[in-house]
């Protein structure tokens, strides 16, 4: 399955991504790699994989000197569909996606946040997490729906808080378990396990009530 991975940042996620593709873990290649910004690190990277990468900048839309989000989310779109890909991971894109944007890519889009979710939807989880003197921090892998960070929920990974801990060491610790689950939902998927069944989605054939929990 052609795969658009969306990124704004170093693309780690995309590169672990691509990676399980070239090694089989995943039936499904990275058609394209699109970034919202131009300053993305993960283009150069997914470059140098010899991936095919487009920016698709939200600056540059503009009416009235007012951001445009329905033109800038047409340019997404037409990038995405003249790609081929079946399915679109956002992989730290750090935009957010009207409903009707949502709505075209319903069932076809997936998302990886930093958070066990519900908890800590938006930003900056990692340094909330830390003040709010959490022991246990982690990720979450769902289907994107128009609702923000919302969507249902298919697999977490519980990360543990240690002692002495800043953003750096937590952070770290959180991207490597999102290393193996979003690989690891993305071949559920492509391989028809997981299944969308408009909105009540399902893991071989069963209703998926809560995550998967990846310890
Ligand atoms: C990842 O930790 C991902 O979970 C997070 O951005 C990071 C991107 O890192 N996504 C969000 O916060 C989405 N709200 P990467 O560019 O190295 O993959």
Known sequence: MPLAVL??????????????????QINARVALVIADVPTAGGIARAQALGLGTTVVDRRAFQSAGK???AAFEN???AAIDASGAGLVVLAGFMRVLSGNFVARYSGRMLNIHPSLLPRYKGLDTHARVLAAGDHEHGVSV???TADLDGGPL????????????NLASLSARVHAREYIIYPMVIEWL????????????????????????LR
């Open 142 to 144: 769902h289907f994107v």
């Open 154 to 165: 298919i697999a977490q990974a519980p990360v543990p808080v240690l002692p002495g801990d």
């Open 75 to 77: 340019a997404l779109a």
């Open 67 to 69: 951001p445009d989000r």
């Open 7 to 24: 990124i704004s940042g170093a693309g780690s996620n995309m590169l672990a991504i691509a990676d399980a593709c070239r090694s089989g």
């Open 190 to 213: 492509t391989r028809g396990r997981l299944q969308w069944n408009l909105g009540s989605p399902t893991l071989d054939g069963k209703p998926l009530t809560a995550p998967v929990l």
